[in-house]
């Protein structure tokens, strides 16, 4: 609540979820005896706020939770974790209206007894026993750090620290009795929640996920993790089930893949969280999400059976990406780093390089039966000057896959380049890095570097030949699918597909990034929606929502 020069009063009411804040205006109410209040104008929505130093816990509570979370009965959870808070339950006892028998049984109880009063105060009030009566009884007792406790919970935690796992991300989903489909946009999940999921009488309730990569788990024998881990919490108790689905980096072309992938949960109770196998999961040929319903909420992720009496263990997905940082005027560094393909994942890695870098790129990768990786440069520039150019490999450029696989953030090869200004007229400098290990079409890169510019340039290229007029499939995909993946929905856009045709492509690919990209080519292709040429192509790539004005230039160089 905030006051003008005038002395008028706004109240602006946030939605907790992270949607859209409005604000109401309101007038201050001042009456002998009493505190001030601050009522909104539009006395429809018949909610008082109060304020001054002793109200402002209960204010903010009231202004960060939607009234209808208030007026849930608490949950079993939530009265545990509010219980352990309490120093003295006796004098809160009397403002939940508790007789003084039923403090004298509470007395003599075994238990915590900061938690059983609260569980019998629930016990006598049933489905009255809700938030903001509980709020409301802690403002009388002037325990404003309960009420305080209260909105924590209710707002997810308003922290992203979870003892034992790394958190990188938090996020709510607001539950109703209607159909809802959620997705969690680059972090790989998906929530499916069906009609009447809510318990009789709950109007709605709050579901809170967290994604982290790494922490101290302990997992079942010959399993490994392909997935982001999930911890996943809800306000009150589930009627029916709901559908997670959870991406993940197994390469399953059939059945008998499948059937190799498993999810796995841990109870939030001791660390090292112990994950056992979950049956009733559902893994699709083809497809990046698993999925399975479950009305119990805890840490969730998706393991690999990788048993030596296998025949064939699916392989994963990888991706590699490029990070340009300049160190000096005439000085850079190239960070060549391996994840595993997964949203989350990538939002690990970018995170630590994208500050810094002014360039990067990233394209899927394949290891080939080495199972390494090793970056090549001509022996002509590995630590000699050429043209003005030095380039050094300072350390071991080898990456192997199983390192991969237990790294949560990607194993990285760096590349020196130094310009010799004094040494040579400037220049352009072009050399490919072969990537000996990596499966054709993605086993090197190119990069330029202009000794004129102020900051390099990256070039992803698959290819440097000529290009023909009108593009094919495999060529599209090399030069634009490979370089630019997550961009698909706006070239898409720019090609002239509708929205309603790009959420079809997303839904029917699972949000696979390169069979996203694939479809939006095809139905180019098919519909003709704009001319099918590699000039409408490059043309896209110059819109500043795609971004690729350097990419543009290089394929426009190599047209015929």
Request: overall charge negative; glycine content about 6%.
């Amino acid at each position: 609540v905030e006051s003008n020069d005038e002395g008028y009063y706004v109240c602006t009411i946030c939605n907790p979820t992270g949607g859209s804040v409005e604000t109401q205006p309101a007038h201050l109410v001042t009456n002998e005896g009493e505190d001030p209040q601050i009522l909104f104008d539009d006395m429809s929505s018949q909610e008082v706020i109060m304020i001054g130093q002793k109200h402002s816990a209960l204010a903010e509570l009231i202004r960060t939770v939607p009234e209808y979370i208030l007026q849930q009965p608490c949950s079993d959870e939530h009265l545990c974790e509010i219980g352990r808070c309490i120093t003295k339950w006796q004098t809160i006892a009397p403002h939940l209206n508790l007789s003084p028998t039923e403090e004298e049984e509470i007395a003599t109880h075994s238990g915590d007894k900061r938690i059983q009063m609260l569980k019998r105060w629930r016990e006598k009030y049933g489905s009255g026993a809700t938030y903001q009566c509980l709020s409301d009884s802690f403002q009388k007792s002037e325990e404003a750090d309960l009420i305080d406790k209260i909105r924590a919970l209710l707002t997810g935690g308003l922290s992203q620290i979870l003892p034992g796992m790394d958190v990188i991300a938090q996020t709510q989903v607001v539950v109703y009795n209607g159909a809802q489909a959620f997705e969690w946009k680059g972090y790989g999940f998906k929530l499916l929640i069906p009609c009447d999921a809510l318990l009789p009488g709950i109007k709605s309730c709050i579901i809170t996920i967290r994604v982290g990569m790494s922490g101290q788990f302990q997992l079942p024998l010959h399993y490994n993790i392909i997935s982001a881990v999930y911890e996943i919490r809800a306000t009150t108790e589930l009627a029916k089930p709901i559908t997670i689905e959870i991406e993940h980096c197994a390469h399953c072309n059939n059945p008998d893949d499948c059937s190799n992938c498993t999810f796995s949960v841990a109870p939030e109770t001791e660390i090292p969280y112990k994950f056992e196998l979950l049956p009733g999961g559902a893994f699709e040929p083809l497809s990046r999400y698993g999925s399975i319903s479950t009305k119990h909420f805890s840490l969730f992720l998706i393991l690999r059976y990788i048993g030596q009496w296998l025949f064939s263990i699916p392989y994963l997905y990888y991706r590699a990406q490029v990070y340009y940082i300049r160190k000096q005027m005439t000085e850079w560094r190239v960070y060549f780093v391996i994840t595993r393909d997964l949203q989350a994942e990538y939002k690990v890695v970018s995170a630590k390089y994208r500050g810094r870098a002014v360039e990067e790129y990233t394209f899927q990768i394949e290891f080939d039966e080495n199972e390494r990786i090793e970056l090549k440069i001509p022996p002509d520039l590995d630590g000699t000057t050429c043209n003005g150019w030095r380039i050094t490999v300072p350390y071991y450029p080898i990456i192997k896959k199983a390192d991969v696989d237990r790294s949560s953030s990607g194993v990285e090869c760096q590349l020196f380049i130094h310009w010799e200004s004094t040494l040579a007229k400037p220049t352009t400098l072009r050399y490919k890095v072969d990537l000996h290990g990596a499966q054709h079409p993605t086993n090197y890169f190119h990069i330029v570097l202009d000794s004129t510019l102020t900051e390099p340039v990256l070039d992803c290229n698959t290819g440097c030949g000529p290009l023909p007029a009108v593009p094919t499939h495999r060529d599209l995909m090399n030069e634009v699918g490979a370089v630019i993946p997550v961009k698909w929905r706006f070239v898409g856009s720019q090609l002239g597909l509708q929205p309603d045709q790009l959420d079809a492509i997303e839904r029917e690919q699972n949000g696979t990034l390169a069979l996203c990209f694939s479809a939006v080519f095809h139905k180019w292709e098919c519909d003709m929606t704009a001319p099918y040429h590699w000039s409408t192509i490059i043309a896209v790539l110059r819109v500043p929502q795609v971004g690729a004005k350097r990419l543009a230039s290089a394929l426009e160089e190599r047209l015929v």
